[in-house]
């Protein structure tokens, strides 16, 4: 079973939120069940790490391929230039140019290449670490500073987890990037429900809207919703998710003392042991969601 | 021209608020165009109103099209593709336009010439009028690739309009994040103001985003915004900036005015005269001589 937490809005509490949940999960797990994961696919700010500190077992680089042309071969033809969809290549006369900040890495300009000229070279744009920590198995994608492509190293994280068979029968919580773009997208590939983060405001709502659009409409993706830093002052959010048939499954206050545990990476569940039945109902209510909607 | 890009690495850490601020109190002494550079969740028209006056599709890519009736079934783009993207159900090859890159590898690949590429309509972009100045905003449509495009277009259309209006300052509200639409938002401009929170993760993606706007070569500065939520963390973000011989702005308060604000549809600046609102006047006092004006 496969979760993520997802928001369109920035902030609004997905590591908070996701932290919490794995946590509590980690704790009902027995002996002979597969631990849960937690995966943290914010790979442009992952903070995971910052509150569960995992024991890393082991790091693996997420490279990207990018074609180096071999002067001596190139005719200059201009082909690769022709085929690069991403302007990432400029041929000039005498000049064969590769603008790797600009490649996606497709590989049609090698294939393409009448001369046999262009080979690829991976290129190192983030890593993956895999650790245990509380009863949990710990991912995290992390997106090299400078890089543009988010969603490779998401990719690269899912697909080591599941390589190391962390999917199977145990349960997987993926902390998304905030946001609608492809790296959302990625995060939210093949989930079996989703909880969109929001908060009872104007940006909040939305970027709520947004969200909805991504994971329910686009994705088809079973949708419940956590409002965090309900203060009980804008019900507009609550009134769109009744609208919208959205079930509301976590409801956390505007609360200095939820704010000072967060700031100082303690978990939720840990700092506050007070909310543990709430993120346990929610649990609950998550998993009953993506149960059934199975085939 | 000077152009100021707002940023914090972290979510939610304030960007808006200091935005929508800033142009507030920049409007009263000049002219400035807006340009909201977080296309998939463009926030900064809610606080601002805008009267769209021009409006324009935007075509980021282009997504392949397989004819199944030329097709013959030879499975190429299957191989060539590397996102996954080409699906074979009982030997019939459609592609997942949504896992689609627009590479194009699968066109140039195929021997029966039966893959099109089509242009993808990603979003939209704008140009309004609101009463700070000019915006230029836009909207990536749900799932859409190319943000980094539409924000380059967004800053393209933001410096055309601001050479047009002979106006004095281009503010630019960033995204989350440091990837291709932070990239897009940062390269250029005169100044980077990152806006921090005092929390672990604020912290940590504070040292991120300070690294893309130095890759960049775009000097930085940096405010603490909710700075008593965590007294302590605030001080080692100071620090972290003395270390670094980054100017540190200041330290903006906790206020409830920054959220009654925005319920209202205001800046903070025009709805409240409280230590928030003190705290981004002091702010610009010392970002405006840093734009060299």
């Known amino acids: ?295 | 021209m000077k152009q100021l890009v707002v940023l914090g690495g972290k979510g939610g850490t304030g960007k808006t608020t200091v935005v929508a601020a800033l142009a507030q109190l920049m409007a009263t002494e000049g002219r400035l165009v807006l340009a909201d550079a977080d296309v998939d969740a463009p926030n900064l028209g809610l606080l601002l109103a805008p009267e769209v006056l021009y409006g324009e599709r935007f075509v980021g890519g282009s997504e392949a099209v397989i004819d199944e009736t030329a097709c013959i079934g030879c499975g190429t783009c299957q191989d060539v593709c590397r996102y996954d993207a080409v699906l074979a159900t009982d030997g019939v090859y459609t592609v997942d336009a949504i896992a689609c890159e627009g590479c194009a590898a699968c066109h140039y690949a195929c021997p029966a010439g039966c893959i099109d590429m089509e242009p993808a309509e990603s979003g939209e972009w704008y140009r309004s009028m609101t009463r700070l100045g000019d915006l230029v905003h836009a909207r990536l449509f749900a799932g859409q690739e190319n943000s980094g495009k539409l924000v380059s277009l967004v800053r393209h259309q933001a410096q055309v309009l601001a050479q047009d209006r002979d106006a004095r300052w281009v503010l630019i509200d960033g995204s989350p994040g440091i990837g291709c639409p932070v990239i897009a938002a940062v390269t250029g401009a005169d100044l980077a103001l990152m806006v921090a929170e005092p929390t672990v993760s604020g912290q940590h993606d504070l040292d991120r985003v300070l690294g893309v706007a130095a890759h960049f070569r775009v000097p930085a500065a940096v405010v603490i915004n909710k700075g008593d939520i965590n007294p302590g963390r605030s001080a080692e973000i100071e620090a972290y900036c003395r270390e670094r011989d980054l100017p540190m702005l200041g330290v903006l308060p906790y206020d409830d005015a920054a959220m009654a604000a925005m319920r209202q549809g205001r800046t903070v600046t025009e709805a409240s005269d409280g230590p928030l609102a003190q705290a981004l006047r002091g702010l610009w006092a010392v970002l405006k001589p840093m734009l060299g004006q």
């Open chain 1, 1 to 295: 079973m496969r979760l993520v937490i997802a928001s369109g809005k920035g902030g609004t509490g997905k590591t908070l939120v996701a932290t919490s949940l794995a946590l509590v999960a980690a704790e009902r797990a027995t002996g002979s069940d597969a631990l849960p994961a937690l995966l943290d696919a914010d790979v442009e700010a992952p903070n995971v790490a910052l509150f569960v500190r995992a024991e890393v077992s082991e790091t693996v680089a997420v490279e990207r391929l990018v074609p180096v042309v071999n002067a001596a071969l190139c005719t200059h033809c201009g082909r690769c230039a022709e085929v690069c969809q991403f302007n990432a290549i400029a041929a000039l006369p005498t000049q064969t140019l590769v603008f790797a900040e600009l490649c996606h890495g497709c590989g049609s300009c090698a294939l393409q290449c009448p001369a046999g000229a262009i080979t690829e070279e991976p290129q190192p744009m983030g890593r993956v670490t895999l650790g245990q920590a509380a009863g949990l198995r710990l991912g995290e994608g992390e997106l090299q500073v400078g890089e543009a492509m988010a969603t490779p190293v998401i990719r690269a994280l899912k697909h080591e987890a599941q390589r190391r068979g962390w999917d199977g029968e145990a349960l997987t919580i993926i902390d998304a990037p905030p946001g609608t773009a492809c790296p959302v997208i990625e995060a939210l590939r093949g989930a079996d429900a989703a909880l969109l983060v929001t908060e009872p405001t104007p940006f909040g709502l939305h970027d709520l809207r947004m969200a909805v659009e991504v994971a329910r409409d686009v994705l088809g993706l079973p949708v419940g919703v956590a409002i965090n830093r309900d203060d009980g002052g804008d019900g507009s959010v609550a009134a769109y998710c009744a609208q919208e048939g959205l079930p509301v499954l976590l409801r956390l206050p505007l609360e200095r003392e939820i704010a000072a545990a967060y700031s100082d990476g303690q978990p939720l569940v840990t700092a506050l042991p007070r909310y543990r039945p709430t993120f346990e109902a929610a649990l609950d209510a998550l998993l009953a969601l993506a149960e059934e909607a199975q085939p």
